[in-house]
């Protein structure tokens, strides 16, 4: 649905945005993660046709960005950083105005933005002129703005910044929502906690330069390793007798318990347990030890400031 | 058609936001009732005190066609904020990017910022050009004739349309609504000294002329649109953030387009040399000589590359305003030729004429006439064209062109009736230094009406401001390598030769009336 291939963006010397390639197919949502001015912005404005590139190209819902921009505008919904809302337009008004602007015909369009309005639970509101909504009514009202012509793509900027934690919240259930096998999203943020929470695929830009993309398995495999797992005994037992199976690695022994790694925790982890049960060791807990996307964006931040990724 | 209802879309929600909008309303509601008020009863106390001192009644009918310029004026400037701030201002609250993003094309969004832009101001204008004419009728005061109204009405439209096309293009070139309404002032403050010449032309009551204005104003209208449409760029709303005037930027651009050498200057390289050897500070040796070879050399390089692509690239508009400038130059012949029997001159007028000519002649103010300050008259001239052309995209150039042209078709057509033959005349006294002089004008306004037509024609590549510099250096090129040399020799030849030649071939005729 998205697809970009060394997508590049100069002004004059300073690189935006460098050599990035992106695949984000239908039904999948693509979490773009960076420090402020890391590209993030840039690279949803080259998807929209607003920018256009200094090298590379990009398809959205199969059309060129440059070479078909009305069609590109036309198949993507955008949620920009800024609302946007005509302050003293009704939450109404504006859907139908914006309906009109994506040709949607006069009936459809009133469907469309009373259907919105009720999903957003912003039915009563909608008559209210929108420069007297909460932030988080705003937010709600821009991204049904992004839907009205029901685009199969769907670009998030920054949907929940500087939004308290209750409107945040709100507009993460209604991405949450959104999710279809038609559509593709891509969210810009850096809300790691809302990154984890809602992508699919996530992306790491630093410097205009995609760092690393994968799922976040992936993506914690090749930064934090294979998988750490604690397990807590009742007591002060010896562990020693343990066989482990292949792949795992014991990495630190307590008086209550151990820790230890594992390649295959699918394989491996059954037959952990089993040894345990069979040696009538007095299991209390065994857990996987998080490793957060913070963690690892945070790594591959460091490792790019040394130039090592 | 669905471009223009697309744009209507653009339009008319801005309208109906401007109508919610009390800041936008009450000086424009206070403006249009209130100001027609006052103009009425200036109008009314500007008739009674001339009446009253035995003035010319003339004078009191004329202030009032002046009054109507002055009451479509007021409100229009102050509504100039909505066009001002079309799209600088939705980039500060930050409504510019969905408008961006959505599959409006770019030129139905600029025609609906235009249509939001132009249509109050231009409402607000008629209404209060409307209550001061009905007022004037209340008053019992008698209007002015109906050619005169439509015309002033004809000027405040097109007047209208000049403003908020240009405050648009302002909107589009600025980063900051402060930074636009700044740069208001190069709007409003031409148009009032327009309005200036307009009201002049009115007390005169040679109004035919202003007919002339309100085409080129019209002209100059829809230039200033195109040249909005063509430079507006989407990704340079967004991509630029704030307003930083670089004169190193500036002068790079500039010397790029001046010269394609990037080599720097011999005799340049050689002052800083001397300077730093003052300075007694290390410097690498630069001798005269081989500098001022240098330099000679990237002139005859200058000469053979740059200027004739610059004269290539001119040729077009040289062609056409060749054309123009004949065919006002045969246009003022043949009139005035035709004029002239109806305004004969008498034997008297036609001897002392001759004779003020003879006396210039025959008492030494031939001599008077020195290469300097006729070089420094034409060469002002030219500078003045070329001025006007950067803010009217080379019609008021243009304009000045023909002007001169006329007057020597219009003086060469009353020859004849004065016993004095055109061509002779033409031949003898001007064509010696006019070899030189008319093509130097003829391609001063060539090049500034091409700099002109380069600012309204699309360049994929630069910005408003990077095409004014370059077009800029094209002229200055040309007046530099061309234009003052050849005005120096047609000055010389204008003080040195052909008053001789005129002697020689008319002073027979000019004996006669002595």
Redesign the interface.
């Known amino acids: 649905m998205i697809h970009c291939e060394d997508l590049s963006k100069h ?1 004059d010397s300073f690189k935006a945005v460098d050599s990035v390639s992106l695949d984000i197919q239908p039904g999948e949502i693509l979490a773009l993660l960076g420090q402020n001015g890391a590209g993030k912005t840039t690279t949803v ?1 080259m998807l ?1 046709s ?3 590139p200094t090298r590379g190209w990009a398809t959205v819902a199969g059309y060129d960005t440059v070479r078909n921009p ?2 590109v ?2 198949s ?1 919904g ?1 949620l ?7 302050g ?2 009704t939450g109404y008004e504006y859907l139908h ?2 309906g ?4 949607l015909d006069k009936s459809r369009r009133e469907k469309r933005a009373k259907e919105l309005l009720e999903y957003f639970g912003l039915a009563q509101a909608g008559y209210r002129r929108s420069g007297e909504y909460s932030k988080g009514m705003r937010q709600k009202l ?1 991204l049904a ?1 992004a839907l009205i012509h029901e685009p199969p793509v769907l670009l998030l900027d920054e949907p929940t910044s500087a939004m308290d934690p209750e409107s945040a919240q709100l507009v993460r259930t209604e991405i949450a929502r959104l999710r279809s096998s038609q559509r593709a999203i891509v969210i810009c943020t850096h809300n790691l906690a809302e990154a984890e929470m809602l992508a699919d695929k996530i992306a790491i830009i630093y410097h205009g330069r995609i760092l690393l993309t994968g799922t976040l398995e992936d993506m914690r495999l090749r930064m934090l390793g294979p998988a750490e797992y604690d397990v807590k005994l009742a007591g002060s037992y010896s562990v020693t007798e343990l066989e482990l199976p292949a792949g795992v690695n014991i990495l630190s022994i307590r008086e209550d318990g151990f820790r230890f790694r594992v390649e295959n925790p699918v394989v491996a982890n059954p037959l952990i347990l089993e040894q345990l049960f069979k040696l009538q060791l007095p299991l209390v807990s065994v857990q996987e030890v998080p490793r957060t996307l913070e963690m690892l964006y945070l790594k591959a931040m460091a490792q790019a400031a040394e130039g090592q990724l | 058609m669905r471009s223009f209802k697309r744009a209507w879309l653009v339009a008319r929600r801005e309208l109906v936001d401007q109508m919610r909008d009390w800041r936008i309303l009450m000086p424009m509601i206070v403006l249009t009732l209130f100001f027609p008020y006052l103009m009425n009863v200036t109008a009314k106390g500007a008739i009674n005190y001339i009446n009253e001192y035995g003035g010319v009644a003339l004078m009191g009918q004329r202030i009032l066609p002046f009054l109507i310029l002055v009451v479509g004026y007021f409100p229009v400037t102050v509504s100039l904020v909505v066009a001002l701030e079309a799209f600088v201002g939705e980039k500060e609250r930050g409504t510019i990017e969905p408008l961006l993003t959505s599959p409006l094309a770019d030129e139905e969004l600029y025609l609906g910022k235009l249509m939001a832009g132009t249509l109050v101001p231009l409402t607000v204008s008629f209404i209060g050009i409307s209550l001061y004419m009905g007022g004037l009728a209340w008053q019992g005061i008698k209007w002015p004739e109906s050619g005169f109204i439509l015309q002033t009405l004809a000027l405040t439209a097109v007047q209208t349309l000049m403003m908020v096309s240009a405050a648009i293009v302002v909107s589009t070139q600025s980063t900051t609504v402060r930074a636009a309404n700044l740069l208001a002032s190069f709007i409003v403050i031409p148009v009032g000294l327009l309005i200036q010449a307009e009201s002049a032309l009115m007390f005169w009551g040679t109004n035919n002329i202003l007919w002339f204005a309100v085409l080129a104003v019209a002209i100059i209208s829809w230039l200033i649109i195109r040249l909005g449409i063509v430079h507006f760029k989407r990704e340079s709303l967004l991509g630029r953030e704030i307003d930083i005037l670089s004169w190193v930027w500036v002068w790079k651009i500039f010397r790029k387009a001046f010269s394609s050498s990037e080599q720097p200057s011999g005799l340049g390289r050689y002052l800083v040399y001397l300077w730093k050897r003052i300075k007694k500070q290390d410097a690498e040796k630069v001798l005269l000589g081989p500098a001022v070879w240098q330099d000679w050399r990237e002139l005859k390089r200058w000469y053979r590359q740059d200027i004739t692509q610059t004269l290539r690239r001119v040729m077009p508009t040289f062609l056409i305003t060749l054309l123009i400038g004949v065919g006002a130059l045969l246009g003022a012949y043949f009139y005035i030729q035709a004029a002239m029997p109806q305004v004969a001159l008498t034997d008297q007028k036609v001897h002392d004429t001759l004779r003020q000519v003879n006396g210039f002649f025959m008492s030494g103010g031939v001599k008077s006439l020195e290469t300097w300050p006729l070089f420094w008259h034409n060469f002002l001239a030219e500078v003045v064209t070329f001025a006007l052309g950067i803010f009217s995209f080379g019609v008021l150039s243009i304009l000045v062109f023909i002007v001169n042209f006329a007057v020597i078709g219009g003086v060469l057509g009353a020859l004849p009736s004065m016993g004095l033959s055109p061509w002779l005349v033409f031949v003898s006294g001007i064509l010696p230094h006019g070899i030189l002089e008319l093509p130097s004008i003829m391609l001063l306004s060539a090049a500034s009406l091409h700099m002109g037509l380069r600012m309204v024609t699309p360049d994929e590549g630069h910005t408003i401001g990077e095409t004014l510099i370059m077009t800029i250096a094209d002229v200055l090129k040309l007046l530099i390598a061309i234009c003052i040399p050849l005005l120096i020799v047609a000055a010389f030849i204008e003080a040195n030769i052909t008053p001789h030649i005129l002697i020689a071939t008319i002073g027979h005729v000019l004996e006669l009336h002595p």
């Open positions: 002004f404005r929209t607003v920018l256009k009305t069609e505008r036309s993507v955008v920009t950083e800024m609302h946007g809302l005509y003293r337009m105005f914006f009109e602007v994506y040709q821009a703005r």
